[in-house]
């Protein structure tokens, strides 16, 4: 069964950095996923899309997070990473990742458990 799993969170103050990672288990994972996404939750908020990146390498980021923020996969290793570099407190919130496959013609969402940013000072 195919499992994602979140690291990298943590309490970081305004201005830091932090570096998501997603892994997803079982070999070739991969081959066949259309978009991985990165998604967060902050109470009393809406989920909310934060990043995307497609197998063709195309991305995308929410106005807040541009320029702030970068998508990177590693498909030789089902991976996927965000970047996230001067952290502010409105960014604090559960980041999840998700991966959109196609298995026998079928769409698949893999959804990650998520793991907790916030910024602090």
């Known amino acids: 069964q195919v499992q994602l799993v979140e690291s990298g969170g943590g309490l970081v103050q305004p201005g830091g950095s932090l570096r998501l990672s997603c892994a997803a288990s079982g070999s070739h994972f991969s081959n066949n996923v259309m978009g991985w996404y990165w998604y967060r939750h902050a109470p009393g908020k809406e989920h909310e899309l934060v990043a995307t990146i497609s197998s063709s390498g195309s991305t995308y980021y929410v106005d807040s997070v541009r320029g702030r923020f970068t998508i990177s996969r590693d498909n030789a290793k089902n991976t996927v990473a965000l970047q996230m570099n001067s952290l502010k407190p409105e960014d604090t919130a559960v980041y999840y990742c998700?991966?959109?496959?196609?298995?026998?013609?079928?769409?698949?969402?893999?959804w990650g458990p998520g793991t907790q940013v916030t910024v602090s000072s």
């Open positions: 998700k991966a959109s496959r196609v298995v026998g013609g079928i769409p698949i969402d893999y």
